[in-house]
């Protein structure tokens, strides 16, 4: 199985900070590489799919980049709506794993 | 609208068995893949079964092949988790996910239901 790693496990950042979490598998999963969003209580939300394709309805400060091993989901100016835990989540090769999750946190 | 709502959840003693359930809605269930994830109390997603948009191939996570079967009924569009020689680590929220048809993404998700393995 191909094994997820995000970096870091959680952060403490300010509104309007530029944030970006790192994920890195544990082969090369070309672009087959998504993103979530989970907040406290809810069932995780798709932020990112294919590596760089924003879902519907995500807002444009939301990007993300790399291809082979790693792979980044950065936030351009974090809103207070943004604090969560972040899970990447490789569809190269079943069975699909995620990362295990970064949590971004009020500073 | 699409929808999935899970049901079936509770809490089971070890060794018990355990059905779950996903019905959706605003589309249909035999064109797409779909899978259960879950969520162990504060921690993270855990891929644990899926099946192909025709059906044919089914696929487990290590943790739970051989006591956990995915299956579906397309007449009516729901998704089952049936689960036996249920663990305490099999404590968790599962979540069924619907793939979009392009890749393994999942575009959308239930809101879950609980399971409690505890004697």
């Known amino acids: 199985d191909i094994q997820m790693t995000q970096t870091p496990s959680s952060l403490s950042a300010f509104v309007g900070d530029r944030v970006t979490i790192t994920c890195r598998a544990s082969q090369r999963i070309s672009t087959y590489l998504n993103w979530y969003q989970q907040k406290p209580g809810k069932a995780p939300n798709l932020l990112i799919y294919?590596?760089?394709s924003l879902q519907s309805g995500v807002p444009s400060r939301f990007s993300g980049s790399g291809s082979g091993t790693d792979f980044t989901l950065t936030i351009s100016s974090l809103q207070p709506e943004d604090f969560a835990t972040y899970y990447c989540?490789?569809?190269?090769?079943?069975?699909?794993?995620f990362g295990q999750g970064t949590k971004v946190e009020m500073k | 609208e699409v929808r999935l709502l899970e049901s079936g959840g509770g809490l089971i003693q070890p060794g018990g068995s355990l059905r779950l359930s996903c019905a959706v809605s605003g589309f249909t269930l035999s064109s797409y893949a779909m899978s259960w994830v879950r969520q162990a109390p504060g921690k993270g997603l855990e891929w644990i079964s899926g099946i192909s948009g025709s059906g044919d191939s089914t696929y487990y996570a290590d943790s739970v092949k051989g006591r956990f079967t995915i299956s579906r009924d397309k007449s009516k569009n729901t998704l089952y988790l049936q689960m036996k020689s249920l663990r305490v680590e099999d404590t968790a929220l599962y979540y069924c996910?619907?793939?979009?048809?392009?890749?393994?993404?999942?575009?959308?998700w239930g809101q879950g239901t609980l399971v409690t393995v505890s004697s």
């Open positions: 996910a619907k793939e979009h048809f392009s890749g393994g993404w999942y575009d959308y």
């Open positions: 989540q490789q569809s190269y090769s079943n069975p699909w794993t």
């Open positions: 294919a590596t760089s």
